[in-house]
C-alpha cells in the first residue's frame, strides 16, 4: 500500500478539521492506497454546496482529499481523482459526503433562519434609504429651479425703449406719405366724347 505524503499543513489541518481515514483505495495501476477525506472548514461549505448541485462529484472528492484548486494552484486542470478507480471514487465522494453535507445543511438552516430575523430590520433599513434617497433628491430639484428662475424672469422681461432688445418697427402705413403709385380708373366714369359742330352748319368738302 502507498503512504501518503503529507506536509505539515496538511497534518495540522486534519488535526483540526478531522475526518476519516479509508484504508485500501485501488488506484487505476492496481496498487491501493490509504486516503484521508477531510472535514471542510465553514469557508469552503459553500464551494462544496455548489458542487453537489452541480453533480461535479470529481471536483467535490478532489475538494475533500484536498487536491482541488481550492487549496492549492497546483492542482488546476490536474485532475487528480483519476488516479483513482471509478468504484474507489464513489466511495470516498460517499465518504465525503458522510462528513460535510451535515455541516453544509446546517448552515444553510442556520443562514435562512438568520435572514429571517433580520426582515423587520431589513425592511426598516430600506424604508431609511429610499426616504433619504427622496429627500436628496427634492433638494437637486430645488436647488436646479432656484438656479433658472433668474434666466426665466430674464427672457420673459420687455425691454424699454431705446434699451437694447428694443422693438425698431417702423411706423404705420397710416402715417407715412401717400403713395403716388396711379389707381386704376373706376367702372363708372363717363368715357370722353367728341363735341358735335354747330347746328345749321354742314362740313363742306374739299374739292381736288
Known sequence: MIPPKKSKAVRDLETACGGAHVDNVPLNDGRFQRVFVRKLPLRLCDRYVALCMDGKEQERLELCIGESPD???KYKDAHAADRFTPEAQLLLVQTADD???PTALSQIERRKNTIGG????LKR???TQAELMENAFKKMADSALSSLTPLLSLAGATPKSGAP???TSSPSPSNSATSTTA???SDTSTPPTTPLPPRGTEAVASTP
Not at 118 to 121: C, D, H, I, V
Open 183 to 185: 389707381s386704376p380708373p
Open 99 to 101: 462528513l460535510n453535507f
Open 125 to 127: 433599513l430600506y424604508a
Open 165 to 167: 432688445g428694443a422693438s
Open 71 to 73: 487549496w492549492s494552484p
Open 118 to 121: 433580520l426582515e423587520p430590520f
